[in-house]
């Protein structure tokens, strides 16, 4: 721990400080003194024995924004911290509160906020001190640099609050070289198994998801799509383009009633274990877990993305309901998932 940090006047005689107790003005010191590189404060029993300091001060720390919510672990950041003080990259230690610290953006004045809806942000916390906690350069040039990036990724600039999603999805596009190659080899060898078996008993399965899955239409090759690719023989002097049409329509329809059923199950287990219910037809949420699908993720890695994004998100308050839950997951479940298949992969 750090034996010295700096409080700026700016904040010290700031009408908001000022007018507050003067135990919560000790506490401020005592949590600034505490924190953290980063301005994280983990423990604060021996704080309040120093400041006799109750919950009635810390409530009039996060009144006047010195202080955010903290989580429920009892993680407290101090909200101007990068704003008061500069630490060299030589000494600099990052926190330890990782899954904390995802989840805040930086401003343009260098305070820490967690709502992406406001105009001044410059980037996300990890993307800012990824790129060295930059406090010389201009914050409208480093927002406008942070934009650039994904221009390059995703060919289109995000041009407000809206476009969040489609930010991030351009942001974590998944590298599919980077993808477990036993999983998708695997899955290969299960499939051509399938239709193996499928060709010899001459049915072909389409499952329905309007009924929860459990419906199918059952097709008897001698029946239907043989007669089908009979007309095409007898019609086209042995032509199978039309036989190739109809098969690729009933793969194309499997894999669309497939997505849906896991997306749908995807669905089932986040509203299982949270405490609010997220609607399936949040089509933003959907789209990102079709996304995930798509780029082969196996349904038990989305699960375990959207366990370590609900591990974080049963701490903060801010995200206890449907709306806010919906736009942390739209947001981070393809980093976190895409982190979780990494760090299988290497204990492997």
Do not use: C
């Not at 029993?45 to 924004?65: C, G, H, P, R, V």
């Not at 609050?161 to 590298?175: C, F, G, I, P, W």
């Not at 399965?205 to 007898?234: F, P, R, V």
Request: aromatic residues 8%.
């Amino acid at each position: 721990m750090a034996e010295r940090r700096m409080i700026s006047r700016k904040i010290a005689e700031d009408d908001r400080f000022v007018d507050m107790h003067p135990v919560s003005k000790l506490l401020y010191f005592y949590l600034v003194l505490n924190a953290d590189d980063d301005g994280f404060v983990g423990s604060v029993k021996m704080i309040n024995f120093l400041t006799n300091a109750d919950q009635s001060n810390y409530d009039e720390l996060l009144e006047n924004n010195l202080i955010l919510e903290p989580t429920k672990s009892g993680v407290y950041v101090i909200t101007d911290w990068y704003a008061q003080n500069k630490i060299e990259p030589k000494i600099y230690k990052a926190t330890e509160y990782l899954s904390v610290r995802a989840l805040l953006f930086i401003k343009t004045n260098f305070a820490y906020t967690t709502n992406p809806d406001e105009k001044d942000i410059i980037s996300p916390v990890d993307y800012w001190v990824k790129q060295g906690r930059d406090k010389k350069t201009p914050p409208e040039i480093q927002a406008q640099q942070y934009l650039e990036q994904f221009q390059e990724t995703s060919k289109k600039v995000p041009r407000s609050v809206e476009e969040t999603s489609k930010k991030v999805l351009a942001q974590n596009r998944l590298d599919k070289n980077r993808v477990d190659k036993s999983r998708l080899e695997q899955t290969r060898v299960d499939q051509t198994k399938k239709e193996k078996i499928n060709k010899e008993n001459n049915y072909k399965y389409i499952n329905s998801s309007s009924n929860g899955g459990m419906g199918e239409i059952l097709l008897n090759d001698s029946s239907s799509t043989s007669s089908i690719e009979n007309n095409a023989t007898t019609e086209n002097g042995g032509n199978s383009g039309e036989k190739g049409g109809v098969d690729n329509r009933v793969n194309n329809q499997l894999d669309t009633n497939n997505n849906q059923d896991t997306v749908s199950s995807l669905f089932n287990y986040l509203n299982g274990i949270s405490t609010t219910d997220i609607p399936k037809d949040n089509k933003r949420l959907a789209d990102v877990f079709d996304m995930l699908i798509h780029n082969g993720y196996e349904i038990e890695d989305i699960q375990l993305g959207i366990n370590n994004i609900m591990n974080v998100a049963n701490q903060m308050p801010q995200y206890q309901n449907e709306q806010s839950l919906a736009k942390l997951l739209i947001q981070h479940l393809p980093e976190y998932t895409k982190q979780t298949l990494e760090q299988s992969s290497s204990n492997d």
